[in-house]
């Protein structure tokens, strides 16, 4: 399933957040719900998400990076494809990291159960540290969160 539309980037008044604004009709031919996974391409570049469902509004977000991957400002009019996105959402799990979670019994597990946007966020906080200590913090600050539910 695939829809092509046009539409302009939108950026919200009071937080530094972008998004798509998404035709019903290319939701509906998505044939997956009011929350589909797809896969947006614009300008060339295409990025993984899940379209949002605000009532009747449907939104896609677009974020800092993708905004400028795509190389698109907010307020710019751009040619959107979205297509129907089956493939299972897997991140990687930086080497560290795992061998931060077996450490602890079960908290791999915990990880391993979070949603595919916590377990992105998680790796990008890891990935993003750009000094040993402050990954190495972070991956503590991870493995605490992981375990202070337990």
């Avoid at 998505?30 to 949002?52: D, E, F, H, I, Q």
């Avoid at 959107?80 to 959402?89: A, G, H």
């Amino acid at each position: 399933m695939k829809a092509t539309f046009t539409t302009q980037v939108i950026k919200d008044d009071k937080v530094n957040a972008t998004g798509l604004r998404v035709p019903a009709e290319a939701v509906v031919a998505m044939g997956s719900g009011k929350k589909p996974k797809v896969r947006v391409t614009l300008n060339g570049y295409t990025y993984r998400s899940t379209v949002a469902a605000y009532g009747e509004v449907f939104m896609l977000p677009l974020s800092a990076e993708n905004r400028e991957a795509a190389g698109v400002q907010p307020g710019e009019q751009v040619e959107v494809t979205i297509e129907l996105d089956l493939e299972p959402r897997t991140v990687d799990v930086p080497q560290d990291l795992a061998a931060a979670l077996e450490k602890v019994p079960g908290t791999r597990a915990v990880f391993d159960g979070l949603s595919y946007s916590a377990r992105k966020e998680y790796f990008r906080q890891v990935e993003s540290a750009k000094a040993l200590e402050t990954r190495q913090r972070r991956i503590a600050g991870i493995v605490q969160k992981l375990t202070a539910g337990k």
